[in-house]
């Protein structure tokens, strides 16, 4: 029997790669092991999103470098596509280069592998296909992610992911619709998603759907009792999507809608192709919806010329917006990326207090939004159970943790809540988190 290990690094999208990677490997007739000692194929699916994220791999392929006798080592992901064959000059002891576009080939990758082959690429960006295989490995037996759109057509001037991902692809409405169904009739209640932009997805079949139009369908499949997705680009994001959600409870209450700054002039240089104005009449549709719709986004501070006065106007708008989570990040100089050229870099002291000021800020927004929640009834999806608090853990439609006490606790033959949906009074509010009790 041949043995892997496969350690995944980075976001959703490259989570979700993992569990196909996994699944192909298992019908390859390999089987998992726990630690990279165990393996014969030990596999980095990397993320170069941020420098530091980059470093890591090279970290962990540096603790190999004396003990690696009988072990092909490969680095998959976004790392492999960016660096490519540079990766076995680093570091010799790798066998196998590939980027996420050539997955599809990977069962040819394994057999030059195993008739020994100690320099396996695939690097092409050249493709139509996306990587859509029968043999997926789920992490979680209730909520299962589904790709719709793979690589990205944006070039945001920060951003590697045009050139690790390559060009977008989307999938057919019909296989997004054939695997939901298929997920929904294996106990699935939750679905998310996913594509760097899902706002432009386009059926390449006849029918042409639009996003907006795959998401309705998604939610209508009988069983499927959350739809999440992400990430949205605010240029691509259309008010049809948000009459989705008020139409279907199944359709998640809740818009991740990345920003990056609330300078217009900022997000000129960083090619967003929106200005904060248009960015806010979004907003403005959310919070007109019926429904009471979670907003998060994500933020870059110490883009290359920022300026204190452009720093403030982000914090004035998340003043303004009122977010209810938000990821936060220092600019990260990335290779092949337009913003390389811009001159006035802003120093990793400034960026890391801009840094701080800015999750201060948002600190306070939170706490208020979270105690506005206190005495509502939230359904809630059970995830887990919290022994050393004695509470369960679980989450709202809004993608809010909503930790809550109930009569009933584990028990050693199984008796668990873990996957079932029940309602829960907010009593208390964190910054990050909401604590309950079971309304019965
Ligand atoms: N496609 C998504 C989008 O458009 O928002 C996600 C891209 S990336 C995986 C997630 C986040 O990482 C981005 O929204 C951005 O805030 C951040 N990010 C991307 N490149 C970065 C860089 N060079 N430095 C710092 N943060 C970066
Ligand atoms: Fe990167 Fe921009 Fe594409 Fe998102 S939309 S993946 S930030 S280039």
């Known amino acids: 029997m041949k043995t892997f290990y496969i350690e995944t690094f980075g976001c959703q999208m490259n989570v979700h790669d993992s ?14 092991v726990e630690t990279p000692e165990d393996a014969e194929l030990v596999l980095y699916n990397t993320c170069s999103i941020r420098d530091k994220a980059e470093q890591k791999v090279f970290h962990r392929l540096d603790q190999f470098k004396r003990h690696h006798e009988g072990k092909v080592i490969g680095v998959l992901g976004c790392v492999a596509q960016q660096e490519g064959e540079h990766i076995f000059e680093r570091a010799p002891h790798v066998s196998l280069v590939a980027g996420s576009a050539s997955y599809t080939k990977l069962p040819e990758m394994l057999v030059q592998l195993e008739a020994g082959n100690r320099r396996v690429t695939g690097l092409s960006l050249d493709t139509d296909a996306t990587f859509d295989t029968p043999y997926t490995r789920r992490d979680n037996p209730h909520r299962a992610y589904i790709t719709i759109i793979e690589g990205c057509d944006k070039s945001c001037a920060y951003c590697v992911v045009p050139f690790t991902r390559g060009p977008e692809r989307s999938r057919t409405s019909e296989s997004v619709l054939d695997e939901a169904r298929g997920l929904a009739a294996q106990g699935y209640t939750e679905i998310q998603l996913l594509g760097q932009n899902v706002n432009s997805y386009r059926d390449p079949s006849e029918r042409g759907w639009d996003f907006a139009r795959l998401l309705r369908a998604v939610g209508e499949i009988d069983g499927i009792r959350r739809v999440r997705f992400t990430t949205s680009h605010p240029r691509d994001f259309v008010k049809d999507i948000i009459d989705a959600i008020d139409e279907n409870p ?46 998060t986004t994500d933020i870059i501070v110490g883009f290359p010329g920022e300026t204190e006065a452009e720093f403030q106007e982000t914090l004035d708008l998340l003043d303004e917006v009122g977010y209810d989570s938000l990821f936060s990040f220092k600019y990260s100089r990335r290779p092949n990326t337009a913003a390389l050229a811009l001159a006035d870099q802003v120093s990793e002291e400034e960026k890391g207090r801009r840094l701080t000021v800015l999750q201060e800020r948002q600190r306070a927004i939170q706490i208020r939004r979270n105690a506005e929640l206190v005495g509502a009834i939230e359904d809630t999806m059970v995830e887990g159970y919290n022994h050393a608090t004695g509470q369960w853990i679980g989450r709202t439609s809004q993608n809010r943790t909503l930790n809550f006490t109930h009569a009933v606790v584990p028990t050693p033959n199984g008796q668990t809540l873990v996957g079932g949906y029940l309602p829960v009074r907010v009593t208390r509010a964190g910054p990050n988190s909401l604590a309950g009790e079971v309304v019965l």
């Open 19 to 32: 569990e196909k990677v996994i699944g192909t490997l298992l019908a390859q007739g390999y089987s998992q």
């Open 250 to 295: 199944a359709l998640c209450n809740h818009v991740h809608l990345p920003v990056q700054s609330g300078s217009s002039a900022v997000l000129e240089r960083m090619q967003r192709l929106y200005t904060r104005g248009e960015y806010m009449r979004r907003i403005e549709w959310i919070k007109n919806a019926k429904r009471n719709i979670a907003l």
